[in-house]
């Protein structure tokens, strides 16, 4: 099993340009989520998914847009990216929702990404 | 405001020896509090979950403990590897929102 993927690993965008990065887990879970971390900063939770075709709002969903057609697949879209976007960003799965005592955030491996 | 607060914020150790990493939060209500390690370049993985009647988990040469009436967490790393270097953040799950609310991180650096 893979677990969780995240492709691009790296990319440099430009101010104003878009671009989409996907999230891929192999585990069947029904919880999907998208985080940014930031020097000096917690993760925080950009936007999340309690599965197929539904998405939900997290702490810092401004700038920031999310699919999920495909129970595997959670999309993240970026329609006009601004310098405040450059930061990692983390895709996590988990089988239950976080509420549940023992419930376990699988993670990505991340995406680096720069804006000009 | 709900807020997790570690220290230090980096530490250096030689291989071999003993470490505690300190987590304070300020969540109320919490349902759980857990540890992830996290290697440079690579996301968070969990090492140890614990609900808020847990006092202490282990997994391995890592022991967290859990004062839930003082609001603090420890995770204790028993001799130590080089492959112990890495970021350990402390998250509490928030009870009335059921959100994640994460540390900043205590940098650890092992060295032989």
């Known amino acids: 099993n893979a677990g969780v993927t995240q492709t691009p690993k790296f990319r440099v965008l430009k101010t104003g340009q878009s671009m989409t990065l996907l999230c891929a887990q192999d585990?069947?879970?029904?919880?999907m989520y998208w985080y940014r971390q930031d020097p000096g900063m917690g993760l925080r939770l950009i936007h999340y998914s309690v599965g197929e075709g539904t998405t939900a709002k997290g702490e810092v969903p401004d700038g920031y847009n999310v699919s999920r057609l495909k129970k595997q697949n959670f999309l993240l879209g970026l329609e006009s990216a601004a310098p405040s976007q450059t930061s990692v960003y983390f895709c996590a799965s988990s089988y239950r929702p976080e509420g549940w005592a023992h419930n376990e955030q699988f993670f990505g491996p991340g995406t680096r990404l720069t804006v000009l | 405001k709900n807020q997790v607060e570690q220290s230090p914020q980096s530490l250096i150790i030689l291989e071999g020896k003993n470490c505690t990493l300190q987590c304070n939060y300020t969540v109320s209500p919490f349902s759980n509090l857990r540890w992830y390690k996290q290697d440079t370049g690579r996301g968070p993985v969990s090492l140890t979950i614990m609900t808020f009647s847990e006092n202490t988990k282990s997994n391995g040469r890592y022991t967290a403990t859990l004062d839930a009436d003082t609001k603090q967490s420890s995770l204790h790393i028993t001799a130590s590897q080089l492959s112990d270097s890495a970021s350990y953040i402390c998250?509490?799950?928030?009870?009335?929102?059921?959100?994640?609310?994460f540390g900043t991180g205590t940098r650890l650096q092992v060295f032989p």
């Open positions: 585990m069947n879970h029904e919880y």
């Open positions: 998250v509490v799950l928030y009870y009335n929102t059921d959100k994640l609310i």
